[in-house]
């Protein structure tokens, strides 16, 4: 199942994922959409995406139902961002000498985050890393490229199916 991120011109990180008749509120890149992602542009590509993998915290949350492969985190497990690193858009397991981003965090953000089939294969350095559907933070403040939904939305759009995503620039109709 394909769903959809929809966001208007000058949205300030606000946006719309359609799954199925569907309309929930996401939140994306502080700097909009872009159809030419650079790491660290805090924007979100314009593209279709395969949903890679789920990841979730069990010691904080439970088993989330998906056809897409899951995994428990742990607090080893880590995400390389670093352009020169041949790591660079792929899992590490800490310590990991390059620069990376942790996916076991203090914060709630990803006890719920499924690794979003963006410059993976194979990842190009500087294209742009991390690029993940996660959960929202409290103030629902933009990402720094992600698509952020509530708990219960990511929940809803793994249950139904989810396993595609496509980020359309803004005055695209469905």
């Known amino acids: 199942m394909m769903i959809h991120v929809c966001c ?14 569907k309309i929930m ?40 139902r998906t056809v897409l492969p899951i995994i428990p985190l742990a607090p080893t ?32 953000v990803y006890d719920l985050v499924v690794i979003v089939g963006y410059n993976d294969a194979p990842p190009r350095p500087g294209a742009g890393s991390a690029i993940f559907m996660h959960l929202q933070r409290p103030d629902r403040s933009p990402t720094e490229g992600c698509v952020a939904l509530a708990e219960q939305d990511l929940r809803t759009v793994l249950a139904e199916g989810a396993n595609a995503m496509t980020i359309h620039p803004p005055g695209t109709s469905l």
Request: charged share 25%; net charge neutral; with cysteine.
């Open 8 to 21: 208007s011109a000058n949205s300030g990180g606000d946006a719309q994922l359609h799954c199925g008749h």
């Open 25 to 64: 509120r996401a939140i994306i890149g502080r700097n909009g959409i872009s159809p030419a992602k650079r790491e660290g542009d805090l924007c979100t590509p314009i593209g279709t995406f395969a949903l890679r993998t789920v990841y979730y915290r069990a010691d904080r949350i439970s088993r989330p």
């Open 77 to 108: 497990d880590g995400w390389c961002d670093d352009p020169a690193s041949a790591d660079y858009n792929r899992h590490v397991t800490l310590p990991c000498s390059a620069r990376h981003e942790l996916l076991w965090r203090d914060d709630h």
